[in-house]
């Protein structure tokens, strides 16, 4: 039967170099010229293409491209997403564009208006790239003290967004991103969903499936009916999970070091396997506890946003000593 699974499934790991983001575009404000974009320039339609010119290319992935880009005029510097016509998902996308803005999320600047018909979305440049560019550079794992910040900011955004009914069902470390100034906000709604207010949801399979908790990698596990009844945000959290653990062992951390990430293998250890053991003195009691209320198998028993938020691990840090350990990573990885 996994074999007849698998091959109905789509791909598995559908990573890029560097990913997207897209919001909702807020009130206009000015651009300082020469900078990476901070703030929303102008609201949809005074933006056009034509206005800037494509430096390079960020990542490449089935929905799209992503270019860093140069306004011509200002110098000001962006990230622009372009969202192939008729890709699966794009009309999603831009929906989810419009319903947030926060400053715990990759802030949109404008939907531009393309001669193909592409969605072209103009969002914030984040000079630090991702979390996964920064823990793949070969430097080991992140100090604990950032790890606390990174999962509190990566909260912060998580409860912006299920106060909006959304989903971002792709949480990991290329899908958070940073910038010298030492924040985080979470970014690429490529495969977001927007929860019904009767809280229909779809507990499918959908994202990279290193990172799907285990009700969303092998649905065919829930009870019969139990999936309508499938807390929608409880699979952000579990990716959340995944993600601070990785980001402490330098590596994808529910495999053995080196091992292919094939769909057997993931599902094995994703809806069967133990958490990986961490050596004594690798990690504190709070850590680990916050890594655990995170991976619970049964999407019942994991902990919800608000409750991680409270944890010890996120709220009993020291926040000037978690943001300076921080801005400290990052400055030695980019």
């Known amino acids: 039967m996994a074999a007849a699974r698998e091959r109905r499934l789509p791909q598995l790991h559908l990573t890029l170099d560097a990913p997207t983001w897209a919001f909702r575009c807020p009130a206009p404000a000015p651009v300082t010229a020469a900078t990476p974009s901070t703030s929303a320039a102008r609201p949809d339609g005074e933006f056009r293409l034509s206005d800037f010119d494509m430096l390079k290319v960020l990542g490449r992935g089935n929905g799209g491209t992503v270019h860093k880009a140069s306004h011509r005029r200002t110098s000001a510097l962006y990230a622009l997403k372009i969202i192939h016509r008729g890709h699966p998902g794009a009309d999603e996308e831009v929906d989810v564009v419009r319903r947030v803005d926060s400053p715990h999320i990759v802030r949109c600047h404008s939907v531009l208006p393309t001669p193909s018909g592409d969605s072209a979305l103009l969002l914030e440049l984040m000079d630090g790239g991702s979390l996964d560019s920064l823990v793949r ?9 950032a790890l606390a910040e990174v999962a509190a900011q990566a909260l912060a955004g998580l409860a912006y967004l299920r106060a909006r ?10 899908n958070l991103l940073v910038n010298r100034a030492g924040q985080v906000k979470i970014g690429d709604f490529g495969i977001a969903e927007v929860v019904s207010r009767a809280g229909k949801y779809r507990a499918a399979y959908e994202g990279t499936a290193a990172y799907m908790s285990p009700e969303r990698f092998d649905t065919e596990r829930l009870h019969e009916g139990e999936e309508d009844r499938v807390d929608p945000y409880a699979a952000d959290v579990w990716g959340l999970g995944v993600t601070v653990l990785e980001l402490l062992m330098g590596r994808y951390p529910l495999l053995p070091a080196g091992q292919e990430l094939t769909w057997a293998a993931l599902m094995c250890a994703i809806c069967f396997g133990e958490l990986p053991a961490l050596p004594d003195g690798s990690a504190s009691p709070e850590l680990r506890s916050f890594v655990s209320a995170c991976l619970q198998k049964d999407h019942r028993k994991r ?23 921080l801005r400290e990573v990052i400055a030695q990885r980019v």
């Open 303 to 325: 902990a919800s946003v608000a409750e991680l938020v409270a944890h010890p691990f996120v709220a009993g840090r020291d926040v000037a000593a978690a943001r300076h350990a």
């Open 165 to 174: 009914r959304v989903v971002h069902r792709d949480m990991k470390p290329a």
């Open 137 to 145: 550079g070969g430097q080991g794992g992140f100090p604990e003290a």
